[in-house]
């Protein structure tokens, strides 16, 4: 069996600002990134923001890669926490400064398929067996709860305001199961899971800003998602999405950081 190609998107959260997700598949493995969001200014990897550097760094090693799933995220993690080394330009100023972000990858090992996943990022399955999520159910609650705390309506930029900043940066260096730029953290913390698969299966692999269709705005879940993708393909979802967005730009009745943050997908299905 391989992976056939349906269909991908991916949107930046605003235009004017580099789109830090990435997404791919070879023959038989498949794969979404999310870096997270920078806290500071760039200058740690140079000009360019540590996010875009390691959602790059990662898309790169994933192409590269090739095994089962747990050799090609071993052959990640060790391509990414070389590339720190070799492109870092300074120390970083405090941990919330180290490059972080969230994945999730798909490979076929046999007559199975093998989930690995660091993060916030979603993988759907569709079989004969029904529609299931092989990473955890997205759940935004407790984001949008911090959110919410720092008042209402915090609106598209907050992110960068003093008072949020400095919360993100607390948060970030509390413990966390993500992507790093060292490979024996992420090697410790990584997750996976398994499931029975068949010629014909589909698979939606997400970021956390796709997502937010089912977990922060609550218009789906996954076996609607699933048939209306299988129904529509994903455009009319990302026309959807940023529209929920526009009307609650204010970010008041969905408390959240961002108006709206890069959203990708990329749907797949199991060939002969």
């Known amino acids: 069996m391989h992976l056939d190609l349906i269909q991908t998107l991916s949107l930046a959260g605003k235009t004017a600002v580099p789109n830090d997700d990435r997404i791919g598949c070879a023959g038989r493995h498949a794969w979404v990134i999310d870096g997270a969001t920078d806290l500071g200014e760039p200058g740690l990897m140079g000009e360019r923001g540590g996010a875009a550097w390691l959602a790059d760094a990662a898309h790169r ?14 052959q990640v993690f060790a391509v990414v926490a070389a590339d720190y080394r070799r492109d870092r330009q300074r120390e970083p100023i405090a941990p919330w400064e180290l490059p972080r972000a969230s994945f999730a990858a798909v490979a076929l090992e046999g007559d199975r398929l093998a989930c690995g996943f660091l993060g916030d990022c979603t993988v759907i399955h569709r079989s004969a067996r029904g529609v299931a999520f092989l990473t955890p159910e997205p759940d935004r609650q407790q984001e949008q709860a911090e959110a919410a705390a720092l008042g209402p309506g915090i609106g598209a930029d907050s992110v960068r305001s003093p008072h ?3 919360d993100r940066r607390a948060a970030r260096v ?16 990584m997750n996976y899971a398994q499931a029975p698969l068949a010629r014909g299966d589909d698979l939606l692999l997400m970021s956390d800003g796709f997502a937010t269709l089912i977990d922060t705005y609550r218009h789906y879940d996954a076996p609607t998602l699933m048939a209306r993708v299988l129904e529509s393909g994903l455009l009319p979802l990302a026309e959807e999405l940023r529209r929920i967005e526009r009307e609650d730009a204010a970010c008041l009745r969905y408390p959240r950081f961002k108006a709206s943050d890069d959203a990708s997908v990329i749907w797949l299905r199991v060939g002969g």
């Open 164 to 166: 949020v900043l400095a």
């Open 61 to 74: 090693a994933f192409m590269d890669a090739s095994g089962a799933l747990a050799a090609v995220c071993e």
């Open 174 to 189: 509390r413990p966390k199961a993500v992507l790093s730029v060292d490979a024996e953290q992420a090697r410790a913390v």
